[in-house]
């Protein structure tokens, strides 16, 4: 049964998206997928898959606004209440906070999300150029 469920995805989604959060090929895991802070390459440099086809636009972007939310919310909440630090300092701690959530977040969900789409084939990554 095994072999019948790797023949069906031969591209699996999980391993990819690993590979994609630690900004690398969902093809080879070796070779860079970024080149610069976001840039998408558009071929791998080891093992040469195509990654021009990707569409990545805001995806990234919104996933990173939604993580980094969802967790210096509540966190802003539970530090005000239980130490009542002075405004200038809680805004200065929670600024750097969510920026250096962001720009550590924002390259690593770039690649998941190409890696899901080269995983499930989307936007071109199906095509086999002949």
């Known amino acids: ?3 019948t469920t ?3 995805d031969d591209r699996p989604t999980m391993p990819a998206i690993w590979k994609g959060w630690r900004r ?3 093809n080879c895991g070796t070779g860079p997928l970024l080149k610069g802070y976001l840039k998408v390459r ?3 440099q080891v093992c040469r898959e195509e990654l021009h086809h990707q569409r990545a636009d805001d995806g990234p972007a919104y ?7 969802h967790i210096m919310a509540p966190a802003l909440l539970v530090v005000f209440t239980t130490w009542r630090p002075e405004p200038l300092i809680l805004f200065t701690i929670f600024a750097v906070g969510c920026i250096g959530l962001s720009l550590y977040l924002l390259p690593r969900l770039k690649g998941v999300v190409v890696a899901i789409q080269w995983a499930r084939k989307m936007n071109g990554f199906g095509n086999k150029a002949g």
């Open 24 to 26: 690398k090929c969902p």
């Open 42 to 44: 558009d071929t791998c």
């Open 1 to 3: 049964m095994t072999d």
């Open 6 to 8: 790797q023949t069906l």
């Open 63 to 69: 996933l990173t606004i939604l993580i980094v939310g």
